[in-house]
């Protein structure tokens, strides 16, 4: 299990700090889902408290060239002096966010990203405090006459 790899987060410990990040927002179904089965999880293997913290980004809704600077800004704030164990990138572009600010805000903080697809993940340089699990999405033809 990606936890057991990270420096850290070691089993059995005190209180854990993780940050769950999503692209858009946690309560759309598929989100609200990996959401939960995250949650449940990491108290699961953790077998310790666990204090989560969740972010929706909600990129689609916002595209002004100075939004993400702004988020950036309002995270610096909202999580100073908060010292998190783990970030969690949901999908692509919650990574793609914490490569380019993660740094800044969180140093040295491990991230661990899921939802990716491989073939995205070679544009994208990450750290060696970044790991992940890259999910395959074969999009086929689709139903007959669509």
């Known amino acids: 299990m990606i936890l057991l790899l990270l420096p850290g987060v070691a089993l059995g410990e005190?209180?854990?700090s993780v940050l769950l990040v999503f692209d858009e927002d946690k309560d759309f179904p598929g989100l609200a889902i990996i959401n939960r089965s995250l949650r449940?999880?990491?108290r699961s293997e953790l077998k310790s408290d666990v204090e989560f913290y969740s972010e929706s980004l909600n990129?689609?809704?916002?595209?002004d060239p100075r939004y993400?600077?702004?988020?950036?800004d309002a995270f610096r704030q909202k999580y100073a002096g908060t010292r998190l164990d783990l970030i969690v990138a949901v999908m692509g572009p919650s990574l793609d966010f914490?490569?380019?600010y993660?740094?800044?805000?969180?140093?040295?903080?491990?991230?661990?990203?899921?939802?990716?697809?491989?073939?995205d993940l070679a544009r994208r340089?990450?750290?060696?405090?970044?790991?992940?699990?890259?999910?395959?999405?074969?999009?086929g033809a689709g139903p007959r006459g669509a």
């Open 98 to 100: 914490l490569l380019r």
């Open 125 to 139: 340089t990450a750290g060696p405090h970044v790991t992940g699990v890259v999910v395959k999405r074969p999009f």
């Open 40 to 42: 449940e999880t990491f």
């Open 59 to 63: 990129l689609s809704q916002f595209r």
């Open 68 to 72: 993400e600077p702004a988020l950036r």
């Open 102 to 119: 993660g740094d800044a805000l969180f140093p040295g903080t491990p991230i661990v990203f899921c939802g990716v697809d491989p073939s």
């Open 14 to 16: 005190a209180r854990k």
